[in-house]
């Protein structure tokens, strides 16, 4: 194709990097971006813990908000700057009140359990509930410039469901599972409530200025798989077909936990690009998910605890599995507890070195 110096690659830098790449579009290195890059492990997130002590508080004020999403993007320049928020924060706004309490994690006060229960759900209106959420994106887009996509987030509603119905945490998962193996119709209804409620969160985010969506479907894997079709697939696949209406252009990308049981049956939700656990090796999974489908991941996260060495080869082993073009690198879940930073800082200076 003749150019003129305004290749695809230079007529390309007016839209991010992330939304290029997962578009499929010609792009000289795969995007990079890890979750969770906004927290704990951060100095400067630390300082601003001690003076808000309270998650919610620090989640649900804007200032605190864009200040902490930009943390990451100041030190080092991802190519998707995540809003800093958390999955629950919905769930004041559906009248299933919650708090995040530091060494304990999510606790929800109500743990739901009967029809009634799920009755006195409400199903979100995040202009009401959450301004602060689309006020943070908005500045957020501003800041960022396109220089990096704004990325939102929800949860998935099984996931939800999950936190609501066991009251935070779970290891074993008895209290969702008694729920759905004995009481289905409940399950279903509660699931249909987050289902409705997220897809018209995931609008409200783009139209305030999130560029893509993730939905974290955490703790989908914990179901099987006849299971997984019955109480997680169809209400993913309605927010997907349901989003997709409205922002045909808006990418949506799913991430579970423990995904490689699982993998074939998260691309059937019709998302753009499907975030992959370590547990699975890339090239395989690539190969089981088929060329029409992005990819997103995924370096375990305990690598950042590794050599200097040791990550940069994991992170060219990793690029080099997926394959040129329609991945986003990025770690296989949240990055950890004590990561150190500066092995955060090289993993992206390794990253966005890297040529095609
Ligand atoms: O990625 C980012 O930087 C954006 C911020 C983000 C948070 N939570 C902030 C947060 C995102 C994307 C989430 C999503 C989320 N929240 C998920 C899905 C992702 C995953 O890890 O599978 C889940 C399952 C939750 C629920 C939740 N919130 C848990 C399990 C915890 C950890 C509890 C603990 O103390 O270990 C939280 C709290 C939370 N949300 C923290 C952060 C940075 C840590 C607590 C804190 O910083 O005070």
Known sequence: HCSLGVGPKATATAEPLLLNAVRGQDVERPPVWLMRQAGRYMKSYQIICEKYPSFRERSENVDLV???SLQPWNVFKPDGVILFSDILTPLSGMNIPFDIVKGKGPV????LGSAADVDKVREFNPEESVPYVGEALTILRREVDNKAAVLGFVGAPFTLASYVVEGGSSKNFTKIKRLAFSQP???HSLLQKFATSMANYIRYQADNGAQA???FDSWATELSPVDFEEFSLPYLKQ????????HPGLPLILYASGSGGLLERLALTGVDVVSLDW??????????LGHDI??????????LFGSKEFITNRINDTV????????VLNLGHGIKVGTPEENVAHFFEVAKAIRY
Do not use: Y
Request: glycine share 10%.
């Open 185 to 187: 119709k409940v399950l």
């Open 213 to 215: 969506v993730q939905i």
């Open 279 to 288: 547990t699975v090796d890339m090239a395989e999974g690539r190969k089981r």
């Open 320 to 327: 080099r599995k997926a394959g040129k073009g329609k991945h």
């Open 294 to 303: 992005a990819v997103q991941g995924n370096v375990d996260p305990g690598v």
């Open 108 to 111: 929800i006060f109500d743990p």
């Open 66 to 68: 864009v200040e902490i």
């Open 239 to 246: 927010i997907v077909d349901s989003v997709k209406q409205t």
